[in-house]
């Protein structure tokens, strides 16, 4: 089983230690602790300690209407907020049998693509950021800033979003929006030559990134590791594509992969991806089809008795939203699946045998939001 | 909206899931509505047998979960797999109050962390677990946040009358 060797196992010529990375350093990307025992700078166990950002969002669920929980799951994955949002429309929605016209899927799909892109820079140059080159975070900062503002115009907020609502979404995206995103994208396809320039051929962040924390397949399936983790490992899952949702059969899109399952491989698909995205958000901007943008629903919704799990791709993996209704305005029971928690949880098998500093490129590589994982 | 590949695994996965427990029930669910393909109902036990099929069907194991039904629990394990013809198989097993279940974690070692979780928030205690702790409360805390009865006033009963 794990921490095979403990503290308590050491010899005086092992010199193990124990270390603790965080709760509070920069490169935890929140407040989450690292407990390493270490020989000397090899990494012999490593236990993440997390909880210190739970609000008990699944205990709020139960005492608030369904409408009023729609603001709660854009807090659990700041990163991407709109996805989860619309994750949580679209499970209740499935569960009354809501149709969602088909103008409002659209936008849905546009504004969390966009969403992606963002998250997936964060993704992406968190790692290059924990490997010591700063520039290229603020680079992307830049192009980050521009899709924020995209964002704020239509739903009104910049990072939390809540713009998503049962049948539908808030409002309609305006002309702003839309010639501002066919801009950004034009833009971004300039500056993603730049980002290979500048990170993806660099030798000193291929030799930081290459051959660090393997994630093999058989090793993803027993710790249930989804997203850009998993297609870094050379399986092609992703469920927009295996179990399509929303109005994703309609769009051509490649999932990207890479066989190595290293560091390295995980920071190229995510770079992929956001080409792909590029592609989907073109495609929708191309084919944006005229009429409502919300579906006529009752003002409190409550759903008939029975349960679902729900699933969609956020930019961490497959989330699930597992909701049991009693028939009542108040659902009796919201599960969330988070996929940072299972990705998170692979550390412990893959970190032993690396060096402290690998730890850091492991968990800027597995990119977890830390709130997501405390729910 | 199932693919023939998807029809063929369903039927398939069914009929080992019968074989490894009788004792239960086998169900093909409405996928539209709930999510998920098939539906395994059990009583009591049988965790280990299901996760055993699931493993060797090369399934992964999403997420476990409780829910606290007051008179008894219901554990919920979803599978689902990597490859196409995606099938979602939900297997939810009714346990007494203080019932210990067995962990699926020698099966499966992403659940060690899952019932982990099931433990801190519902104190339902899985025999051969190897680090059976809380994860996400704080250790010295002694209560369970996700049980029905868990911060129940005169006040949130009549918040609860309101909106019911």
Redesign the interface.
């Known amino acids: 089983?794990?921490?095979k060797i403990t503290i308590d196992d050491a010899t005086l010529e092992q010199r193990v230690y124990q270390l603790n990375l965080g709760p509070q350093h920069p490169s935890t990307h929140g407040v989450m602790q690292f407990i390493l025992t270490l020989d000397g700078e090899l990494v012999v166990a490593c236990e993440p300690n997390?909880?210190y950002s739970?609000r008990?969002h699944?205990?709020i669920a139960?005492?608030r209407?369904y409408e009023q929980f729609l603001p709660y799951p854009p807090r659990m994955d700041y990163l991407s907020a709109l996805i989860f949002n619309y994750g949580y429309c679209q499970?209740v929605e499935?569960?009354c049998?809501i149709e969602v016209p088909r103008r409002a899927e659209y936008i849905r799909v546009i504004t969390s693509e966009l969403n992606r892109i963002s998250s997936h820079f964060i993704g992406a140059f968190d790692l290059v950021m924990a490997l010591g080159a700063f520039t290229p975070f603020m680079y992307c900062w830049d192009d980050r800033e521009v899709l924020l503002d995209l964002l704020e115009g239509v739903a009104g907020s910049r990072l939390t979003y809540c713009y998503g609502r049962f049948g539908g979404v808030r409002n309609d995206i305006d002309k702003a929006f839309y010639d501002g995103t066919r801009r950004f994208i034009d833009r971004l396809r300039g500056r993603m030559k730049d980002y290979h320039d500048l990170v993806t051929g660099n030798i000193i962040f291929i030799k930081r990134a290459k051959d660090i924390g393997i994630i093999t397949k058989e090793t993803?399936?027993?710790?249930?590791v989804t997203g850009p983790s998993?297609r870094g490992s050379g399986?092609k899952?992703d469920v927009r594509k295996?179990?399509p949702y929303s109005v994703y059969p309609e769009f051509k899109f490649e999932i990207p992969t890479r066989e190595e399952g290293d560091c390295l491989a995980r920071y190229q698909v995510r770079m992929a991806e956001i080409e792909q995205s590029m592609n989907i958000i073109e495609q929708a901007l191309d084919h944006l089809p005229p009429g409502p943008i919300q579906a006529k629903v009752p003002r409190f919704i409550s759903p008939p008795e029975?349960?679902?799990?729900?699933?969609f791709e956020s930019a961490r993996g497959?989330v699930?939203f597992?909701i049991?209704s009693d028939g009542?305005?108040?659902p009796?029971?919201i599960?969330v699946?988070s996929p940072s928690?299972?990705n998170l949880?692979?550390m412990t098998?893959i970190c032993p045998g690396h060096f402290l500093a690998d730890v850091i490129a492991i968990f800027g590589s597995i990119d977890v939001t830390v709130p997501e994982i405390?729910? | 909206m199932s693919t023939p590949g998807q029809k063929k695994l369903q039927e398939k996965l069914k009929n080992s899931l019968t074989q490894a427990v009788p004792q239960g029930k086998v169900e093909e669910v409405d996928y539209?509505?709930?999510?998920?393909h098939l539906e395994v109902l059990l009583d009591g036990e049988g965790m280990r047998p299901v996760a055993q099929v699931m493993k060797e069907k090369?399934f992964?194991?999403?997420?476990i979960?409780a829910?606290?039904y007051i008179d008894f629990f219901e554990l919920?394990y979803?599978y689902?797999t990597?490859?196409?013809d995606?099938i979602?198989a939900?297997c939810r097993i009714r346990i007494p109050k203080e019932a210990t279940p067995l962990s699926i974690s020698p099966i499966?070692?992403?659940a060690?962390?899952?019932e982990r979780?099931v433990y801190d928030?519902f104190g339902i205690r899985f025999q051969e677990h190897?680090?059976l702790k809380r994860?996400?409360?704080?250790d010295n805390v002694d209560y369970f946040?996700?049980l029905?009865n868990?911060?129940k006033t005169k006040f949130?009963a009549e918040?609860?009358d309101i909106?019911?």
Request: charged letters at 25%.
């Open positions: 089983m794990l921490n997390i909880g739970h008990g699944e205990k139960e005492n209407i499970a499935r569960l049998g993803a399936l027993e710790f249930g998993l399986v899952y295996q179990e029975g349960e679902g799990y729900f699933a497959a699930g597992y049991v009542s305005r108040v009796y029971r599960k699946r928690f299972s949880y692979v098998k405390d729910r | 539209a509505g709930t999510g998920c090369q992964y194991l999403e997420t979960t829910v606290d919920v979803v689902s990597y490859y196409q995606m979602r939900k499966y070692s992403g060690i962390w899952l979780e928030f190897p680090d994860i996400i409360n704080p946040p996700l029905k868990f911060g949130t918040i609860d909106l019911c």
